[in-house]
Nanobody
Framework: VQLQASGGGQVQAGGSLRLSCTAS????????IGWFRQAPGKAREGVLC????????YSADSVKDRFTISRDNAKNMVYLQMNNLKAEDTAVYYC????????????????????WGQGTLVTVSS
C-alpha cells in the first residue's frame, strides 16, 4: 500500500510541469487527496487538496490560479498541473491520501493525511 509521486524536474520560471501520484495496493475512489511541498529550510505546506467527492478543494494562496489538482480514478492516479512556475515554487512535492476523514478539506490540507508518498523534486530557475 503506497503512494509514489513523479514528474519533478528542473524548469525555467514561467514554465509548466505536471506531477503524477500513483496509488498501489488500494483504490483512490472516495479518498481525499492532497499535494504538499517542502522547500529547503522551510516547513511543509499544503498546496492543493481535494475532497473524496471532488466537491471541495483547498488551495494555498501562493498557487491559486496557477496550480490545478485532478484525479483519474480509472488509472488510480492524482495529478498536480503547475503553470507559470516561480523560483519560490522550488521544493520537494509530496502526495497524500485519506479515506473519509470527516474533516474539512482545509483542515486536511494542514497535514491531517495519514498516507504519504515519497516526494519528487521540482526546481525552478529564474
Amino acid at each position: 500500500v503506497q503512494l509514489q509521486a513523479s514528474g519533478g524536474g528542473q524548469v525555467q520560471a514561467g514554465g509548466s510541469l505536471r506531477l503524477s501520484c500513483t496509488a498501489s495496493g488500494f483504490s483512490l475512489d472516495y479518498y481525499d487527496i492532497g499535494w504538499f511541498r517542502q522547500a529547503p529550510g522551510k516547513a511543509r505546506e499544503g498546496v492543493l487538496c481535494m475532497s473524496g467527492d471532488d466537491e471541495h478543494t483547498y488551495s494555498a494562496d501562493s498557487v491559486k490560479d496557477r496550480f490545478t489538482i485532478s484525479r483519474d480514478n480509472a488509472k488510480n492516479m492524482v495529478y498536480l498541473q503547475m503553470n507559470n512556475l516561480k523560483a519560490e515554487d522550488t521544493a520537494v512535492y509530496y502526495c497524500a491520501a485519506e479515506i473519509a476523514p470527516q474533516l474539512p478539506i482545509d483542515t486536511m490540507c494542514r497535514g491531517a493525511f495519514k498516507r504519504w508518498g515519497q516526494g519528487t523534486l521540482v526546481t525552478v530557475s529564474s
